[in-house]
């Protein structure tokens, strides 16, 4: 658990932890393995190219779900992960769900938001699961989830980032890396001094 939430804190580091991105993103390329892919805005790349980036682009979900039907009509054992936006998603939801795609669809929402989104979500029969988009740790159990339904052909899943919902015991001024460097200290993972 220290290394996987390590490489974490790291590309928190350098996805920019201020980017209400950068916490689903982060757990998202730890999570996936060598041969995963992840979509970029106009880009398809494997997870390795992924994490060399700065920065992180909404790409559109029916073309984030063409890839993951490429990828299972090459019989290729793998999982494709896309931030997407709202262009063509009805669509893409429905064919993740006629598929089975290997695809995990993430979208950042405003607490707002939710209702309206998982009736769309609910209504093409794809799972969806809204966590925490700020904490890597409220993150993870709903990432693993999905990247281990999609590994094993158990189809796609859309994961509602809510960006902008604070719990009774969180500091409105902190972050996804300073709440990630709190638990990496209480674990005994990491020393103050090494998170400099």
């Not at 996987?4 to 580091?13: D, F, M």
């Not at 979500?121 to 740790?137: L, T």
Request: aromatic share 2%.
């Amino acid at each position: 658990m220290r290394e996987l939430l390590l490489k974490i804190r790291a590309l928190l580091l350098r996805f920019g932890a201020a980017d209400e991105r950068a916490a689903a993103t982060a757990v998202t390329l730890g999570l996936l393995e060598e041969g995963d892919l992840f979509a970029l805005g106009e880009h398809v790349e494997p997870v390795g190219e992924t994490a060399a980036r700065n920065s992180v682009a909404a790409t559109d979900a029916l073309a984030a779900a063409g890839a993951a039907y490429a990828l299972q009509r090459r019989g290729e054992d793998a999982v494709i992960a896309a931030w997407v936006d709202g262009r063509h998603l009805d669509r893409a939801l429905e064919m993740a769900a006629a598929l089975g795609l290997p695809l995990i669809m993430l979208c950042a929402c405003r607490e707002s938001e939710l209702d309206e989104l998982s009736s769309r979500v609910m209504a093409a029969d794809v799972s969806c699961v809204p966590a925490d988009g700020r904490s890597v740790m409220k993150l993870m159990p709903a990432l693993r989830l999905a990247v281990d339904r999609a590994r094993e052909g158990d189809g796609s899943t859309l994961i509602e980032c809510v960006v902008d919902q604070l719990s009774d015991d969180e500091d409105a001024e902190s972050g996804p890396l300073e709440r990630l460097d709190s638990v990496l200290i209480v674990e005994g993972y990491a020393m103050p001094e090494e998170l400099k």
